[in-house]
């Protein structure tokens, strides 16, 4: 076979081998975040630790624990007396307890949605959303800001029910790997659309993150040093649709291969074992936590 | 003469302006192992797509056991029926699997397709034994290694039990004991008269697998269609198509010039 002619830049020796490195590299913006990003996905969709443990939550159906928990989400919600929302977070600490879960597991994926409740609400604290007895404040000529009393005790229930909401929605995902989740929610009266849409999502979540991580990983193969924020920001903004564009090709030919095997479009799952005794008490019990939100809300 | 699975006559397709198949015609038998040849970008994998109905030819027609195989046809029954009987190995396992575990990946088939589930309790048990991959069913496919994620791929498609198997690059990237383990489960399902499409550029997979081979050259087009040992004795067409390619290296004093490929002989010397 003939040889090829390699320009002159090619064949010129490197020299004097590479000097040992240094401290190591701090990891890029985007790279830290895509792998924030993916640990948290992973940890939220695939909670493989506390799925797989011995306690009362495992213990029940997938399909009753999840009718159970959500009538205990609709009870939290349409609480307006505080000892309801008080036993409703009672409840919860109990369930977590008993189920094996770290509090400190729950807490992790609870404080993003109370911070960005108080963010949202942050005004009814305040004496011009909610007047009342004036706790403190600040006051410039006619304007005045003060924290009122009342404020502070209508804030701190909404964000103590959204918690007790959110808690119990993230015990139920902590509690049952994805599996179980699909085949529970295929056994409950809920449309096939919107459980073929959230399992889709699920997939295609993964190859996005996919492809996100092997751009990445393209890129610091070929290039030295750490690159500052801003270009960091600037190279993934200008890769996003790139990304998207080629996570899109890897889902036409995930849902090629979805057809391939059968798939209409509905999702099919193993049917789970039916409803045990135990199920029956549990579900009787989170319907009677809802009924009794119900009276004491009256 | 046995049945006829597949027929294709005419076969066009191309991706916007891009040509990948033309004028494509061939017929498939029941039993039969057919290994499609070609150099990258030749055409095979969209052959095989068309064969799965996955995508749809512009051009001519293609049948299924004198069905035809199109957008309106694959409904219903037929659709169900098309599905039980046609498995379709995809090159790349991490597109193929997507259920969480691999016991759902090996139940997904059936279960899509309607079989019992104590059916299929009992093939996925069966095949877990079978392959020897056990040890995995609990496992996420996005854990395992490349070797494990093709098996269980495959197992994927066998759980359905088709009468057909499409396998697009079904050696690319296994180790050797894992493409010894390939060859003896192909051997054993083909003395059970299933019948084979493969598109490889394995040669040593055409030798010891198929009894015909199809190739396409660089235009698309089918320039053989034959006896598999037929044509891998027919080095200037397997040079045309490129999917061998002949190169000179010397071995201590002598010169050789053999051709080279995944089947290599070295056959010629100066």
């Not at chain 1, 992973?42 to 159970?68: D, M, N």
């Not at chain 1, 410039?140 to 964000?159: D, N, W």
């Not at chain 2, 994927?156 to 894992?178: A, I, K, Y």
Request: net charge positive; with cysteine; proline share 4%.
């Amino acid at each position: 076979m003939a040889q090829m002619t390699l320009p002159g830049w090619f064949k010129e020796a490197r020299g004097a081998p590479c000097a040992a490195g240094g401290r190591s590299a701090q990891r890029s913006f985007v790279e830290k975040n895509l792998a924030r990003f993916n640990s948290f996905t992973k940890e939220v969709l695939e909670p493989e630790e506390y799925s797989k443990k011995r306690g009362l939550l495992q213990w029940i159906t997938p399909k009753a624990r999840i009718a159970g928990i959500f009538f205990m989400i609709a009870a939290a919600g349409l609480s307006t007396n505080a000892y309801a929302l008080s036993g409703a977070v009672f409840l919860t600490a109990l369930l977590t307890a008993f189920s094996g879960v770290g509090f400190s597991a729950l807490a992790k994926r609870v404080w993003p949605a109370v911070v960005f409740t108080l963010v949202i609400i942050s005004p009814v604290f305040f004496s011009f959303f909610t007047p009342g007895e004036r706790l403190f404040g600040v006051s410039a000529g006619p304007f005045e800001a003060a924290v009122t009393r009342e404020g502070v005790l209508s804030g701190l229930f909404f964000v103590t029910r959204a918690a007790s909401m959110v808690s119990l929605a993230a015990l139920l995902l902590l509690t049952t790997g994805q599996t179980e989740f699909f085949r529970g929610l295929a056994g409950l009266p809920v449309p096939r659309f919107f459980v073929t849409a959230l399992y889709m999502m699920f997939r295609y979540v993964f190859i996005l993150l996919k492809v996100a991580e092997d751009a990445n990983l393209a890129l610091k193969s070929r290039t030295a040093g750490r690159a500052r924020i801003k270009e960091s920001q600037q190279w993934f903004s200008s890769r996003a649709a790139m990304i998207l564009r080629k996570s899109l090709n890897a889902a036409e030919e995930v849902s090629m291969a979805m057809a391939s095997r059968g798939f209409d479009g509905k999702i099919k799952t193993l049917r789970g074992p039916g409803l045990a005794v135990r199920d029956y008490i549990w579900l009787a019990g989170a319907l009677f936590i809802l009924f009794l939100s119900f009276g004491l809300s009256s | 003469m046995k049945e006829e699975v597949y027929r294709a006559d005419g076969l066009g397709y191309s991706y916007g302006g891009r040509v990948a198949l033309r004028e494509i015609c061939f017929t498939v038998r029941s039993g039969e192992s057919l290994a499609v040849l070609g150099a990258n970008g030749s055409g095979k994998s969209t052959l095989l797509k068309i064969l799965n109905g996955l995508i749809f030819p512009k051009t001519g027609k293609v049948e299924f056991m004198g069905a035809p195989l199109t957008e309106e046809s694959l409904s219903g029954e037929f659709l169900k029926c098309f599905r039980e009987r046609v498995g379709f190995v995809f090159p790349e396992p991490d597109v193929q699997l997507f259920c969480p575990t691999v016991y759902d990946e090996l139940a997904f088939g059936p279960l899509q397709l309607g079989v019992p589930d104590s059916e299929i309790k009992k093939r996925v048990d069966e095949l877990l034994e079978m392959l020897g991959i056990s040890n995995l069913s609990g496992r996420a496919p996005y854990t395992l290694s490349g070797g494990e994620k093709k098996k269980v791929a495959i197992a994927s498609v066998l759980s359905v039990d088709p009468d057909v198997l499409l396998l697009d690059e079904p050696t690319n990237g296994l180790d050797p004991r894992t493409q010894v383990w390939f060859f003896e489960l192909l051997q054993s399902l083909k003395v059970i008269n299933k019948t084979f499409i493969m598109c490889t550029h394995d040669l040593s997979l055409v030798e010891d697998l198929a009894s015909r081979a199809v190739v396409l050259d660089e235009s698309h087009r089918v320039v053989f269609d034959g006896p598999a040992l037929d044509v891998l004795k027919d080095k200037d067409l397997l040079l045309r198509a490129n999917i061998i390619h002949e190169h000179t290296h010397r071995h201590g004093g002598i010169t050789h010039i053999h051709s080279h490929g995944p089947y290599s002989t070295h056959d010629e010397h100066d």
